[in-house]
């Protein structure tokens, strides 16, 4: 998946989504950032979103929130991913390469919490 295309402040990948719905592209967000960490080592921390997908401001604003205090960190504490929110990027975490070995798992109904539990 390629994110280098932007589009309106947001990077789009080259998949082909159906569904606009803010609902979709958050519970999406996880699953696509993994599989753009399968391709490049380190990506913007903006949202993905696929072809054909479009957001308004205040949705694209809520998606944003989400991924920086939900979802990014979600990963983190899993270790698939390292945040840093001072560059406004992710890299691959020690874990990542967890998701190396089961790459066809990861689709856009992914959820880190449905796949691993966190240890306190």
Avoid: W
């Avoid at 390629?2 to 999406?28: H, M, Q």
């Avoid at 979103?49 to 205040?58: R, V």
């Avoid at 990027?89 to 089961?102: P, S, Y």
């Amino acid at each position: 998946m390629k994110t280098g295309a932007i589009e309106g402040n947001r990077a789009v990948s080259d998949e082909f989504c159906t569904g606009t719905r803010i609902e979709s592209v958050l519970s999406a967000q996880q699953g696509r950032v993994l599989r753009a960490l399968l391709e490049e080592r380190s990506i913007p921390a903006d949202p993905i979103l696929c072809k054909g997908e479009t957001l308004d401001y205040e949705e694209y604003l809520t998606v944003c929130y989400e991924l920086h205090h939900v979802l990014l960190p979600e990963l983190s504490d899993m270790k698939f991913v390292e945040f840093d929110r001072f560059e406004d990027e992710v890299r691959r975490g020690m874990e990542f390469n967890e998701v190396r070995r089961f790459p066809a798992q990861i689709d856009d109904d992914y959820s880190v919490l449905a796949h691993k539990s966190i240890d306190p």
